[in-house]
């Protein structure tokens, strides 16, 4: 018998009579086949992942720990460490294993780095060591232990915080599957409902014609199917403005739209068609604290910087200046703030202090 990591190897039987056993029905330890017990299970321990049937694992460590019965492993095994493989090849099983036991440790997100190409270094060197541990020399497996212990113990407040959140985060996502699953069973029941409804809707409308057929006068059929059709068409829209009315409570809403409603129950003054909307022009104010007001780029650096100051140049003239040309090709008049002018001129406008534009917007 010849045996290797993953288990053990037996030679198949060809003896006369005898079937032939495939190993991996077998367990290596009490050499009990699946073909007389249907019910056997396998089990595997992480420390070594030698496949042994469930009666040997009761047996064996049962009371308490004890080493593995492979002859060439020196691992000593509780019983609470074994488990069902998922994968029927051990050699993927225990890279899962070893890459769930990483990702416990190197927890960390995008979030907490401050640029990617720093998470970008982080996820590579947790691939490396993955890769030493799965499949590294001896030396390099005992090196890459050392540095997930050492993490470990150096991040662990950590490691304790991503493990909640995490848990936080997956239990918000089971709510809200669990919330979309149920509204989408409502929705079900609601839409077999009403195809009820409509069937049963259906057969007493049939009924109805029927009826008024029957006890309709002679040649006056017509009359009668039309009378039946205006009625049908009245409740359809009765059942349509309904449901307008129970969507409009309780279903879809978009994000952005004007309530026309807010403020109506409120408001005793006359019908306003343009819901609130002044289309009378305002005036742009070109006051000094205003003009302040406006930043840029270059205009910033003009009001900070001596060079331009000592030569006498004044960003807020700029402004003023560049707003009077914009409004002159519009047919917007500019309020002088000499009262006196504007008395005599005729102006009915009022000048305000600091000169303003009359205006569709506001500076």
């Known amino acids: 018998m010849s045996r290797n990591g993953t288990g053990a190897r037996h030679a198949p039987s060809t003896g006369l009579g005898a079937p032939v056993v495939d190993q991996d029905e077998t367990c290596p330890v009490c050499k009990t086949t699946r073909y007389f017990n249907r019910d056997m299970e396998f089990l595997i321990n992480p420390e070594c ?6 009666t040997c694992v009761d047996r ?32 993927v099983e225990r890279e899962v ?4 036991r990483v990702a ?7 979030d907490d780095f401050d640029t990617l190409d720093s998470y970008n270094k982080y996820l590579e060197y947790v691939e490396d060591l993955t890769f030493k541990l799965v499949s ?17 113990a150096q991040h662990k407040a950590e490691i304790e915080r991503n493990k909640k959140l995490a848990r936080a985060s997956d239990d918000a996502r089971k709510r809200r599957l669990a919330a979309e699953e149920d509204a989408a069973r409502q929705r ?12 049963a809707s259906a057969a007493r409308f049939r009924e109805e014609m029927l009826d008024s057929l029957q006890s309709a006068d ?69 006051g000094h604290d205003r003009l302040q007001e406006y930043h840029s780029e270059w205009v910033d ?27 002159s090709g519009l047919g917007v008049f500019i309020a002088d703030d000499d009262a006196d002018r504007i008395a005599a001129a005729g102006s009915s406008e009022a000048a305000a202090p600091g000169g303003r534009l009359d205006g569709g917007d506001a500076l």
């Open 188 to 199: 079900r029941l609601r839409d077999l409902q009403d195809e009820a409804e409509e069937k």
């Open 136 to 152: 590294g020399t001896p030396e390099a497996k005992s090196e890459a232990e050392g540095e997930l212990a050492a993490w470990e």
């Open 301 to 327: 650096v003009t009001r900070s910087k001596s060079d331009y100051l000592v030569g006498g140049y004044s960003a807020d003239e700029y402004i003023s200046r560049a707003l009077y040309e914009a409004f």
């Open 49 to 54: 992942y030698h496949r042994m049937c469930k």
């Open 97 to 100: 294993d070893i890459r769930r």
């Open 218 to 286: 002679a040649g006056r059929a017509a009359e009668t199917m039309d009378k039946i059709m205006l009625k049908k068409r009245g409740q359809q829209r009765r059942d349509a403005a309904r449901d307008a009315l129970s969507d409009a409570s309780g279903g879809l809403s978009i994000r952005g739209l004007r309530d026309k409603t807010r403020g109506a129950a409120d408001d005793n003054g006359p019908y306003d068609p343009f819901g609130g909307l002044r289309l009378a022009p305002s005036r742009v104010d070109l």
């Open 104 to 110: 416990q440790v190197f927890n960390k997100v995008e």
């Open 60 to 91: 064996i460590f049962k009371d308490g720990p004890n080493q593995c019965p492979y002859a060439t492993c020196r691992k000593t095994l509780r019983l609470r460490g074994f488990k069902s493989a998922f994968f029927a090849d051990l050699t």
